[in-house]
């Protein structure tokens, strides 16, 4: 059984950081692309950022030098570091995992979600 389960988030004040983590069981970690999603009030659901299996990361522009997603294969584990917070970054975050051997890679392994919410 595939589990991914996050920890970290809660309220935070605008400028501040907080750090995500994801703690995968029942999958081959290490060929997997990890990435974090988040789901803010009203919006789409957007990549936020992704650690591929072959070690290249990706952001979305609205993120990118304020997180860092980093991973340890020992661990089973991915994280998001997330700092100068904004209000706009509120939002429920998952995280997600895609196998990058299969023939078709989506998204296929999620976890339940973890609130961060960023007063001004």
């Known amino acids: 059984q595939v589990q991914l389960l996050e920890s970290g988030g809660g309220l935070v004040q605008a400028g501040g950081s907080t750090r995500l983590s994801c703690v995968a069981s029942g999958i081959t970690f290490a060929i997997y692309t990890m990435g974090w999603f988040r789901r803010a009030p009203g919006k789409q659901r957007e990549l936020v950022a992704s650690?591929?299996?072959?070690?290249?990361?990706k952001y979305v522009k609205s993120v990118k030098g304020r997180f860092t997603i980093s991973r340890d294969n020992t661990k089973k584990a991915v994280y998001l570091q997330m700092n100068d917070l904004t209000p706009e970054d509120t939002a429920v975050y998952y995280c997600a995992a895609m196998n990058d051997l299969a023939l078709y890679s989506d998204y296929g392994y999620w976890g339940q979600g973890t609130q961060v919410t960023v007063s001004s």
């Open positions: 650690f591929s299996s072959d070690g290249s990361t």
